[in-house]
């Protein structure tokens, strides 16, 4: 089998972000976003080089009567780098057996629902299904649940499928660099994994038991995947469980740590809000629609490269206002359940999705706007 790693300078493979984190102060990081001004907007806004202090200068309270002026710099800048084009991907849930407990989530380890792991029969009834839509970039997702979706679980998954599509990306437990290693060699291209908060004392009121409970072995997680040489790393924090300004800071610093350490790997920002699930908690600072578009257009503003995802947990009529914006990618017609596109559409979500419609309407919208939908990931990646 071909070796398809990036190289990597052994020199590096020592550091991590966790040095770089540990600089900085969560409080410090909030009362510097909360004070800037409108000068600093301003500032932020015109020059050609934004650096922190203007990223937090364009998610401030202050900003927000610049929305209009951020919303049209971000597009322009998005139709520049990208052209008028949209990529599509298809989560498909393999299991839902979790050994975490996380308080936000229908999948966490003492919420009593039936769980079930997808065979490989079933896992192929359901690419039929997502093939025949047209997509040919997919998204895998487990519950973090080592002895029935563990590495051996995952590999087979990609082998059986890769044949099938272009790009495949998993969003499963955070695992060692030979792990990577392995599931590289067996096709897989990105990987997502968000640190859901950068605030470690939040964290661990969210995560009290299983392995996602060690905060640092996840902050350090894009650190094992730049140093197997993955194609692409997801970032995001999951808004809701604290300050948003202030999780969208740290993901600016992990970015950006992450494009200078590992600079031929690429990048993508999620921005999920929390949402009504199984046992749902309600969220601890609200993060409006009004807040996720200047995050959004700020994130497009700090970084014209780093490619911004929007998942189906959004509203129809958001993702139709935003997906000129700034965002590069979408899903559609998602489904949170494995097996909820053919094999059992009524087992339990892992959260509510908001915008159901059908893949071939989603389509229709973005062609609408004038966007030409792409169904693999950026072609660079086969170049
Ligand atoms: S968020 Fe992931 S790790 Fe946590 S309970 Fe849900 S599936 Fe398990």
């Known amino acids: 089998m071909t070796d398809t790693r990036l190289p990597i300078p052994a020199k590096i493979q020592n550091k991590t972000f966790k040095d770089t984190f540990d600089k900085y102060s969560w409080d410090e990081v909030l009362t510097g976003i909360l004070s800037k001004t409108k000068e600093d907007v301003k500032k932020a806004l015109h020059t050609s080089k934004r650096d922190f202090e203007d990223f937090k200068a364009l998610i401030s309270p202050a900003a927000k009567p610049f929305l209009e002026e951020m919303a049209s710099l971000s597009y322009q800048i998005t139709k520049k780098r990208f052209g008028n084009t949209i990529q599509m991907y298809a989560p498909m849930y393999l299991s839902n057996e979790c050994q975490n407990i996380c308080t936000y989530c229908g999948f966490s380890m003492t919420n009593k629902i039936p769980r079930r792991t997808l065979t490989d029969a079933e896992i192929l009834k359901e690419v039929d299904f997502i093939k025949s839509k047209g997509y040919d970039h997919i998204l895998l997702v487990t519950g973090e649940a080592n002895k029935t979706v563990g590495v051996d679980y995952i590999n087979n998954a990609i082998k059986l499928i890769r044949s099938r599509f272009s790009n495949i990306t998993i969003e499963v437990q955070p695992l060692d660099k030979p792990d ?29 038991k299983g392995k996602k ?6 902050l350090e997680t894009p650190d094992r995947l730049g140093q197997a040489g993955i194609y692409k790393i997801g970032l995001g924090a999951l808004f809701g469980l604290e300050d948003w300004r202030a999780d969208s800071f740290f993901t600016a610093l992990h970015l950006k740590y992450l494009q200078k350490t ?25 993060m409006t629609d009004s807040d996720l578009v200047q995050l959004i257009c700020a994130f497009r503003l700090f970084d014209e490269d780093v490619e911004l995802s929007m998942s189906t947990r959004e509203s129809e009529v958001f993702r139709e206002n935003i997906v000129q914006l700034g965002i590069t990618s979408i899903s559609a017609e998602s489904k949170t359940n494995p097996g909820g596109y053919v094999v059992e559409p009524q087992s339990l979500e892992q959260f509510e999705i908001s915008d159901e419609r059908p893949t071939e309407e989603v389509v229709e919208m973005l062609k609408g706007k004038g966007l030409e939908v792409v169904w693999k990931d950026w072609e660079d990646f086969h170049g």
């Open 262 to 286: 590992y600079w031929k790997t690429k990048y993508s920002i999620s921005f999920p809000r929390l949402r009504p699930h199984s046992g749902g908690l309600e969220p601890k600072v609200e």
């Open 213 to 218: 409970s060690n905060f640092n072995y996840r």
């Open 180 to 208: 990577y290693e392995l599931l590289m060699e067996s096709g897989l291209y990105a990987v997502l994994v968000y640190q859901e908060t950068y605030h470690k004392d939040e964290y661990k009121k969210h995560h009290p």
